[in-house]
């Protein structure tokens, strides 16, 4: 939680200086994740299903026979789309969630960028539902969808280096990182885990 909440301090003062400077678009996209953060402090609070937002269960490290064994390769610079509702999964809120991302996307052009990333990095398992690399984009587009509600963020990329069941692999992950994107690059026959950091 305290991550978050030095993420609230930060946007906070962004929103300050957005507001002195009159510039309203900027306003609007950081109250809009000032919210989003908000409904995340207040479902770990009450112990609701966050979805992305999970705290780390660590007394259920010993229950696995076999844990999983990651190497890190690399860090790398991410931004995401946020989810602003406490679970994700109720209603349709994700189809209208893919539909909206879908058409920021494509109307920045950045459709086909999206598409070909994720087909290389076949996804198995996520709880972040809208993300790219930084090192893929131009300046514009990287403002231009921080400016559609898009939040930076640094996402550490561990590759599976043991074998263990994807049910296994799932709940270890689930129970050690807040949000992550589970992936298999098929050509290579390698797993690997995206682990997002909120704090970045």
Do not use: C
């Not at 640094?154 to 799932?170: C, G, Q, W, Y």
Request: charged content about 25%; aromatic content about 8%.
């Amino acid at each position: 939680m305290d991550i978050l909440i030095a993420k609230m301090k930060i946007l906070l003062t962004k929103l300050e200086r957005a507001a002195l400077l009159n510039q309203q678009s900027e306003v609007v996209a950081l109250a809009e994740k000032i919210e989003h953060i908000a409904v995340l402090l207040k479902n770990k609070e009450s112990g609701d299903g966050m979805i992305a937002a999970k705290l780390p269960a660590k007394n259920k490290k010993a229950s696995f026979t076999v844990q999983a064994q990651f190497k890190q390769i690399e860090t790398v610079d991410f931004l995401y789309k946020p989810v602003l509702v406490g679970d994700p999964y109720q209603g349709d809120y994700l189809i209208r969630f893919n539909r909206e991302r879908t058409a920021e996307l494509k109307s920045l052009g950045l459709l086909e960028i999206h598409n070909q990333f994720w087909l290389r990095h076949e996804v198995l398992r996520a709880n972040v539902f809208g993300a790219l690399p930084m090192t893929n984009l131009g300046t514009k587009d990287i403002q231009a969808l921080l400016s559609k509600g898009w939040d930076r963020t640094k996402v550490t990329f561990l590759e599976l280096k043991n074998k263990l069941s994807d049910a296994d692999l799932v709940e270890q992950i689930q129970n050690k990182y807040n949000a992550y994107i589970i992936v298999e690059i098929k050509e290579e026959q390698r797993k690997l885990l995206l682990a997002f950091d909120w704090s970045a």
